[in-house]
């Protein structure tokens, strides 16, 4: 059967329980093993994967203006922010809850996630930042400060630069 998936453009790759290992393919963002499965908890909209127990977001309130994404959703570790997912929101904040127990890199955020959110003005990344998608931050014309806690420089810095957005790694 084929188990990749596209919701909303993302790239993520569903495969069979423990067969992960089995695909090596580039162009994904995410392999998850498992079945898709779409749920919802309060205001979030999530696709989770059976199996592996993560989740990519797909849905959540537009109206918060000190938006927090959670480090799971239910029992499922939230691995991505999909795309176009927060366009318009009315935050000016925007944070990116740490999963202390988890040293590997793993969260992607999804093009045009926060497109054209013209309040925002702080973004507080994880140490698990794995990629960010090029316009995730698109049209946030009050966007004036990045603060990193990942150790990969260079998804960080590059990303802040291309933005001229100044930035602090912790």
């Given amino acids: 059967p084929d188990y990749s998936g596209t919701f909303n453009n993302a790239r993520y790759l ?8 089995n695909y090596n ?3 994904f963002a995410l392999t998850m093993e498992g079945t898709p499965v779409a749920d919802s ?13 993560e989740a990519i977001i797909t849905g959540g309130s537009k109206e918060t203006v000190d938006l927090v994404i959670p480090k799971t959703l239910g029992q499922y570790k939230v691995v991505a922010v999909d795309n176009s997912v927060f366009n318009n929101a009315k935050c000016y904040t ?5 999963d202390k127990e988890s040293s590997a890199p793993y969260l992607v955020i999804g093009s045009d996630a926060f497109n054209n959110c013209l309040n925002l ?13 090029g316009n995730a931050f698109k049209g946030c014309s009050s966007l004036n400060h990045i603060i990193y806690k990942c150790k990969r420089h260079f998804v960080c810095k590059p990303f802040s630069q291309w933005m001229g957005i100044p930035y602090k790694i912790f």
Avoid at 94 to 98: A, Q
């Fill in 121 to 133: 003005r702080i973004v507080n990344l994880p140490s698990q930042l794995k990629f960010v998608y």
């Fill in 94 to 98: 925007l944070t990116f809850e740490d």
């Fill in 14 to 21: 569903y495969v069979p329980n423990g067969k992960k290992g």
């Fill in 41 to 53: 908890d309060g205001d979030w909209k999530y696709i989770y994967s059976t199996d592996s127990k």
């Fill in 25 to 27: 393919w580039t162009g």
